[in-house]
């Protein structure tokens, strides 16, 4: 039972454009989204989160917007650099699971000049 | 400012072996989590230690186990080894009472197990 998913596997933009990574979930328990950059033989890092009370959290080039109707969450980075190279997950805690979080697969973006 | 550690990077095991592996939670870090990642899927959620007890589980069989240790360092503890169980181990962790219900943990490298 994938309760966070995200379908693109991988993703291809080209620097200085906008990347916009999808993620979908069906736990509407979930009330705390984050997106976690994982760069290979290191460990994943966090990168941003969003309270679902809020529908847009912004932090410099990174963006995450919440339709919570939709159970859709989407990270934009703009503009897009090399380094951003990385595969991105999606993940999801439930209220008083602090360190439980339900990632999803992962999206490989790969940013070519 | 070490970050958090884990060790053995890499092993080999054969099937019915048990293995441990250890992690040294960033300093200043009290709440350590272990995670599975099998290939091409996200982690997913073994346990979390708090105060030396296991506070939350995911859904993982009992032949997995773990410690913590009063420094606050822990061990996972996988018995009877199958094939299913190749993986790469991360540990995570947070400190308690700052960012509980925030998900943002700090993870190690992780430990790439092998089951041969």
């Known amino acids: 039972d994938q309760q966070v998913k995200q379908n693109s596997p991988s993703l291809s933009v080209q620097e200085g454009r906008i990347s916009i990574l999808n993620c979908d979930y069906t736990?509407?328990?979930?009330?705390?989204f984050l997106w976690y950059k994982k760069y290979p033989a290191e460990g994943p890092t966090f990168l941003i989160s969003?309270?679902?009370?809020?529908d847009k959290n912004e932090d410099g080039r990174f963006t995450v917007f919440l339709n919570k109707s939709a159970k859709h969450l989407s990270l934009h980075i703009v503009p897009s650099q090399p380094g951003d190279s990385a595969v991105y997950f999606c993940?999801?805690?439930?209220?008083?699971?602090?360190?439980?979080?339900?990632f999803g697969t992962g999206t490989r973006l790969q940013v070519t000049l | 400012d070490a970050g958090v550690t884990q060790s053995p990077t890499h092993l080999i095991k054969t099937r019915g072996q048990q293995v441990t592996l250890r992690c040294s939670p960033k300093?200043?870090?009290?709440?350590v989590s272990w995670y599975q990642q099998a290939l091409g899927q996200g982690p997913q959620f073994i346990f979390q230690?708090?105060?030396?007890?296991?506070?939350q589980r995911g859904n993982f069989p009992d032949r997995f186990s773990g410690h913590q240790f009063p420094n606050y360092s822990s061990e996972l503890n996988v018995n009877a080894l199958l094939l299913g169980d190749s993986a790469l181990y991360l540990c995570?962790?947070?400190?308690?009472?700052?960012?509980?219900?925030?998900?943002?943990?700090?993870f190690g490298e992780g430990s790439r197990l092998t089951v041969l």
């Open positions: 230690y708090y105060e030396e007890e296991e506070r």
């Open positions: 993940a999801a805690i439930q209220p008083g699971t602090a360190s439980k979080l339900t």
């Open positions: 969003i309270s679902s009370i809020k």
């Open positions: 736990n509407s328990m979930f009330d705390y």
């Open positions: 995570a962790s947070s400190p308690s009472g700052q960012g509980v219900n925030t998900g943002e943990l700090f």
């Open positions: 300093s200043g870090h009290d709440t």
